[in-house]
């Protein structure tokens, strides 16, 4: 990278980031990142700044931790009181599409695996990030973390079992 003192894109502007081939990367722009506040509070925060991507800010990440009923370290936002937490904010003029995978419990194979093959998962995530749409997953490693993907490099070359 040239007349760059950094190693990191500029996500949230990457159609102004020089040298870098956007032609296999799926992103959601202008999507802005926040940083939650308190250890238990991954999930309201994630929750945070997808409404604010669709221009919904009447929430604050300590509302929606109430909302979300999110408990105190090490517990955090169950993932059944973070969907009605969700859906409890719906009104007639924010209209939300919800899915989890709580919609899925009947498709789930023999293991409990609704994608069996990263590519099916992979599938999942590129059409919705592709309407752009941004999605919170759960990763219950590690005791759980809330996130949200806005994108997907199909040049990466990690990729994890997702469960």
Same mark, same amino acid.
């Given at each position: 990278m040239k007349n760059k003192y950094y190693r990191h894109f500029n996500f949230f502007d990457i159609d102004k980031e020089e040298n870098? *081939?956007?032609?296999r990367l799926t992103l959601l722009k202008n999507f802005k990142v926040q940083q939650q506040t308190k250890i238990n509070t991954c999930g309201p925060c994630?929750?945070?700044?997808?409404?604010?991507?669709?221009g919904d800010f009447r929430f604050? +990440? @300590?509302?929606?931790?109430?909302? @979300?009923k999110t408990r105190p370290w090490p517990y955090g936002t169950e993932l059944f009181d973070f969907i009605a937490g969700l859906k409890s904010v719906i009104d007639e003029? #924010?209209?939300?599409?919800?899915?989890?995978?709580? *919609?899925? +419990?009947? +498709?789930?194979?023999? *293991?409990?695996l609704i994608f069996p093959k990263f590519r099916n998962f992979k599938s999942f995530v590129l059409k919705y990030l592709k309407e752009g749409m941004p999605i919170i997953v759960e990763n219950i490693d590690d %005791? %759980? #973390?809330?996130?949200v993907l806005i994108g997907y490099d199909e040049d990466a070359k990690i990729q994890q079992r997702i469960c």
């Open positions: 870098f *081939d956007k032609s994630c929750a945070l700044a997808v409404l604010n991507y669709y604050s +990440e @300590m509302q929606l931790a109430k909302i @979300m003029k #924010h209209q939300y599409q919800i899915i989890s995978s709580i *919609d899925f +419990e009947n +498709e789930r194979n023999k *293991d409990g %005791g %759980g #973390h809330y996130k």
